[in-house]
């Protein structure tokens, strides 16, 4: 539950470190260092990453449905609240503290902004006509804000609490659960499958890391791509003997917006995502695939901000 704490105190005021403390030490309840709340403990614990074993850090939690006081540091009311407030109107206010963010919003700006670039920087055509206007000048706002809210999403244990007090909406006022917005390393798949089988799409924010940056492909200056790492080839379900695999690539064609990124850096991806499907092809060296078939998933940047390093 919300967002995950590093340290917490005692009934004592002693201060204790989530990586080493262990169940039982220290005066109980342990409570949040700013507002006092109960909270309790999650041990670091081991998880595939990229196929690999990774133990995750341990934090301190909140217990469900016992919120920090009022303007907590660890509140996620708190940092909502802070977003909306430079989104240039991205995020919406509700009723009860509860706020929305357009993803429609996004979608369009992105769409003017690519028709702007293609057309030389002349005038947009006029709006598609939707019932909220977007404007693609305010794109480097909107793509900021929703990297923070984003950014909150991965400092958090789950959706749960995200979702009550930011909730997405696309056309129509259609709600978009958090986990078909945002997909870290080991939910790739799960976002193949969302663009692939979404009849309208909807702007998705990738996590994952860089395998590598490659300048200038084939001495063409506007082809630069990073690559995330892959997971590994899985069987295919209706034929075992088919790997299916998914490569993750992120392409601009100014090179300097892929300045500071790395191989091996986590990095974030917002945008609009194209998907498509490489034929099979045979393996050479024998095991436990007769083939592999690789999976896709594209985005072409717009602004050099759809990414950055987390
Ligand atoms: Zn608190």
């Known amino acids: 539950m919300g967002i995950k704490m590093g340290y917490a105190l005692d009934q004592n005021g002693a201060k204790w470190d989530a990586q080493t403390y262990q169940k039982g030490q220290g005066a109980e309840p342990l409570k949040c260092e700013h507002c006092g709340v109960n909270v309790t403990h999650n041990p670091p614990y081991p998880k595939e990453i990229y196929?690999?074993?990774?133990?995750?850090?341990?934090?301190?939690r909140l217990y469900p449905k016992r919120p920090h006081a009022a303007g907590c540091r660890f509140g996620i009311d708190n940092e909502v609240v802070e977003i909306a407030k430079t989104s240039d109107g991205l995020i919406e206010s509700l009723?009860?503290?509860?706020?929305?963010?357009?993803?429609?919003?996004i979608k369009e700006a992105l769409e003017q902004a690519s028709t702007s670039r293609n057309n030389g920087g002349s005038e947009n055509r006029a709006g598609t006509?939707?019932?909220?206007?977007?404007?693609?000048?305010?794109?480097?706002?909107?793509?900021?804000?929703?990297?923070?809210?984003?950014?909150?999403?991965?400092?958090?244990?789950?959706?749960?609490?995200?979702?009550?007090?930011?909730?997405?909406?696309?056309?129509?006022?259609?709600?978009?659960?958090?986990?078909?917005?945002?997909f870290e390393a080991e939910r790739h798949m799960e976002a193949f499958h969302a663009v692939s089988q979404n009849t309208v799409q909807h702007p998705i924010a990738i996590q994952g890391r860089a395998k590598e940056v490659k300048y200038a492909i084939h001495g063409v200056e506007s082809k630069n791509v990073i690559n995330l790492l892959m997971n590994r080839f899985r069987p295919d379900p209706e034929d075992p003997a088919n790997g299916?695999?998914?490569?993750?690539?992120?392409?601009?064609?100014?090179?300097?917006?892929?300045?500071?990124?790395?191989?091996?850096?986590?990095?974030?991806?917002l945008g609009m995502?194209?998907?498509?499907?490489?034929?099979?092809s045979p393996a050479t060296h024998g095991g436990r695939y007769k083939t592999f078939t690789t999976r896709r998933l594209t985005l072409t940047l717009v602004l050099k901000t759809q990414v950055s390093k987390v």
């Open 51 to 60: 196929d690999k074993p990774v133990l995750v850090s341990g934090y301190f």
């Open 129 to 182: 006509g939707k019932t909220y206007p977007s404007n693609p000048g305010r794109l480097p706002a909107y793509i900021n804000s929703a990297k923070r809210a984003l950014k909150l999403r991965a400092a958090c244990t789950d959706d749960q609490e995200l979702q009550v007090h930011l909730e997405l909406v696309f056309e129509g006022n259609v709600n978009v659960a958090w986990s078909q917005f945002y």
């Open 95 to 105: 009723r009860n503290n509860r706020y929305r963010m357009r993803l429609v919003m």
């Open 273 to 280: 995502w194209r998907s498509n499907i490489k034929a099979p």
């Open 244 to 269: 299916i695999g998914l490569e993750v690539s992120i392409w601009a064609s100014d090179a300097s917006w892929f300045k500071g990124i790395e191989k091996d850096d986590e990095i974030l991806v």
